[in-house]
C-alpha cells in the first residue's frame, strides 16, 4: 500500500521562483503525485484587469515551461477570503471566464471581516467553485461560530497541508469532514524543505491510526480529487 496514497497535490505556497517550484514538482512527481494545482496570488490592490491578467499568464506560462514529463498542471488564481476581495469588480471580471475557480486563502491574521457572513451568497452567486487553501493556519484562532459557518459554506472544497494532514491536531476536523462528506484535498502551503520527510510522516500516520483508518482516510482524499479534479 503506498504512503502517499493520492495522485494529486495543490501547491498554494505562491512560489514564484522558478527553480524552487520545478523542485518541488519533481519531488512529488518521483512520488507519485501525477495531478497538480499551482495557485497564483493575485495583488488585491491592482486596478486594471489587464495587469491582472498579464501577470497571470506570464506566471502560467513559466510553470508550462518546468513541468516534469508526464504529470498535467493547472494554475489558478489565489486570493484571500475577505468581503472586499471577492466583491471587487476586477476580480469579477478578470477571474471566471479564464478559470472558473477561484482558490481562496482564509488570512493568518483574523479580523472581524475575514469571514463575510454572507459568504454563501457571494460564492454561489458568482458561480466559483472555491479551494481555501491552508485552512489550517487559523483552526487554532477560529471560534465555533466561524468554524459552523466553514464547514457549511457551499461549493467548498477545504485543502490541507499534507503535514498537518498527518498530525494529531488534524483528527477532529477530518472526522467531521468525512462526517459531512466535505471533500479534502491535500496541498503544499510551505517551502519545500518541510515537506522532504513526507513519507516518514505518513508511515508514523498509518501506525498511529492502524491500517483500516488509514485506507479510509486515503479513500476519503481520493474521492475529492476524483470530484474536483475530474478537469485534469
Known sequence: MPLLDFDSLVICNNDTNVDSLSITLKHFAELGIKKFIVTFELDPHTTSTYDMLNSYKSFKAKVM?????GIK???APEVYLHRSTLRNPI???FKLSKTNMLFIRAPIFNDED???QDINYLLYKQKIKPVICSFETNLDTC????MDQLYKTQNVVHCMDINFLTSVSSDDHLRMMNKLDIPVLPCISKEFCYYTNALVRYSHLRDRIGSRRYLNFCKHL?????SVLSFL
Open 65 to 69: 515551461t518546468i513541468k516534469p514529463r
Open 73 to 75: 498542471i493547472r494554475v
Open 91 to 93: 476580480m469579477k471580471r
Open 114 to 116: 475575514w469571514l463575510p
Open 143 to 146: 471560534n465555533a461560530r466561524d
Open 222 to 226: 481520493n474521492q475529492s480529487v476524483r
